[in-house]
C-alpha cells in the first residue's frame, strides 16, 4: 500500500483525548459476571471471570474514524472488565502505527495495514520480536458528505466523484453532475471540496478508491496525506471534515459514515446502479476482496475490490484494523490486549460498535479467525 513519506511521530505522552472508562464511570453497580450475563455475550475467547481478574492501564490510540467505536467499546469493557482503565488517543492512522512501532501503544488501530513501502512492517516485526498481529476490528462505509441546499439525494458515479476532487469538476450544475442526477435541481454554485488536513488512512483508503477506479483523473495514487496541488479546503481528523461540510454550504467531504451525522450522503455508482452508504452494503466488500497475504497465519488484511460491479455493494469503505504483537515481555500487558482485543471481537462488542458507532458487525468466519489469533497472544 503506498503511503506518504512524511509523518510526524507523535509521542505516546500526548493527551488522551477519549474516554477512559471505570466501573465507577458507568454507572455500574453490578459485578462483572452479572454485566455478563445480561448482555448475554457468549461470543468472546475470555469468560467473564477472566476479563474480572484483568487489572491496570491500558493506553492506546490510532485512527481517529474509530474514535466513536473505541468510546463505545470502552463503555462495554469497562463493565466487564472493571479493573481495566482504557484510554484510546484518536491520533489518526499514521500516529496510531507510529506509535505502536515506538512501543508507546501496545497495540492500536489503523485504516492501513502495515507493509514495507516504507519499512512499516520489518519495523513493527523488530519491535514485536515476531510478525505483529493485523485484525480487522469493523468495516464501515466511507460516505461522501455533501452540504447542497434542496438536493436530498446526489447520485455520483466514480468519474464524476474523482473530477470533483482532482478540482477539475467545479460547479454543481457542471454537465457530469447533472447526467448523474437529472432529476435533481442542482445549483449554479462553486464546490468547495473538503479533504483531510492531516495524515490519514481514511484518506489513503479514499484515494486508493479513486486512484483505482478513475485514475486517469486522479493522477496522484494512494496518498495518506491531501496532495496540495489537488486544491481544496482541509480539515483536521474525522470529525473536523464533518464540521466544515456542515458549516459552510456547497462542500462535499468524504468520512467514515459512521460519524456523517445528518448531513446528505451520496450513493456511488457500481455497475448499472447507484448504492448508498450503509453498514450492510460496506460488509459485502469482504465477499469479493481476497486477502492481502494468504500465507500469513496472522496477518486478516484484506486487499479490497473497489472495481466491484456486484450488486448491492457500496466500494467506497473503511477497513479498520487493530494491530498487536504476539508476545509482551509484560504479563499484565498482554493480558489486557488479549482481553480488549476479545471483547471487541465478541458478539457484545460487534453489537455495541454497531448500534453506537454505526459499524457492520464482522461475519462469524471473520471473526472466528480473528479470535484464534488473539488467543495466542501472551506473555514471553
Not at 360 to 377: F, G, Y
Request: hydrophobic content about 35%.
Amino acid at each position: 500500500m503506498k503511503r506518504t513519506s512524511y509523518r510526524k511521530l507523535l509521542a505516546p505522552s500526548v493527551a488522551v483525548l477519549a474516554l477512559s472508562i471505570s466501573l465507577t464511570a458507568c454507572g455500574g453497580g453490578n459485578s462483572a459476571d452479572e454485566a455478563a450475563a445480561d448482555t448475554g455475550d457468549t461470543g468472546s475467547s475470555e469468560s467473564s471471570g477472566d476479563y474480572a481478574d484483568l487489572s491496570g492501564e491500558l493506553a492506546i490510540g490510532g485512527a481517529s474514524s474509530q474514535e466513536s467505536a473505541q468510546n463505545a467499546w470502552m463503555v462495554g469493557f469497562g463493565e466487564v472488565a472493571p479493573g481495566v482503565t482504557v484510554s484510546y488517543d484518536p491520533v489518526g492512522s499514521g500516529g496510531g502505527r507510529e506509535n505502536f512501532i515506538s512501543g508507546g501503544f501496545p497495540t492500536a488501530g489503523t485504516d492501513s495495514y502495515l507493509d514495507d513501502e516504507e519499512g512499516e512492517l520489518t519495523a513493527a516485526t523488530e519491535t514485536c520480536g515476531s510478525e505483529p498481529i493485523t485484525i480487522p476490528n469493523y468495516v464501515s462505509p466511507i460516505a461522501v458528505i455533501y452540504n447542497l441546499e434542496g438536493v436530498d439525494e446526489l447520485n455520483l458515479s466514480p468519474e464524476t466523484l474523482a473530477g470533483i476532487f482532482a478540482g477539475e469538476i467545479t460547479s454543481w450544475n457542471d454537465e457530469a453532475i447533472v447526467a448523474d442526477n437529472p432529476n435533481a435541481e442542482l445549483p449554479d454554485e462553486d464546490i468547495t471540496p473538503v479533504h483531510r488536513s492531516d495524515e490519514s488512512g481514511t484518506t489513503g483508503n479514499f484515494t486508493n478508491y479513486l486512484s483505482t477506479v478513475a485514475g486517469d483523473t486522479w493522477t496522484y495514487g494512494e496518498v495518506e496525506q491531501w496532495p496540495n496541488e489537488a486544491g481544496g479546503e482541509g480539515g483536521k481528523s474525522t470529525s473536523g471534515v464533518v464540521q466544515v461540510v456542515t458549516d459552510a454550504p456547497n462542500t462535499i467531504g468524504y468520512a467514515d459514515a459512521s460519524q456523517a451525522g445528518g448531513l446528505g450522503q451520496a450513493n456511488i455508482g457500481v455497475g448499472e446502479e447507484f448504492v448508498a452508504p450503509s453498514p450492510e452494503a460496506a460488509a459485502k466488500i469482504f465477499e469479493v476482496s481476497p486477502r492481502v497475504d494468504e500465507g500469513s497465519e496472522v496477518n486478516m488484511a484484506y486487499d479490497l475490490d473497489y472495481t466491484t460491479e456486484e450488486a448491492g455493494v457500496y466500494p467506497i469503505v473503511l477497513t479498520s484494523y487493530m494491530i498487536a504483537c504476539q508476545t509482551y515481555d509484560d504479563e499484565a500487558t498482554a493480558a489486557n490486549v488479549k482481553g480488549y482485543l476479545s471483547y471487541i471481537l465478541s458478539d457484545e462488542g460487534q453489537e455495541i460498535g454497531s448500534s453506537e458507532a454505526g459499524s457492520a458487525p464482522l461475519t462469524d468466519t471473520v471473526i472466528s479467525e480473528a479470535q484464534s489469533i488473539v488467543e495466542t497472544i501472551s506473555a514471553g
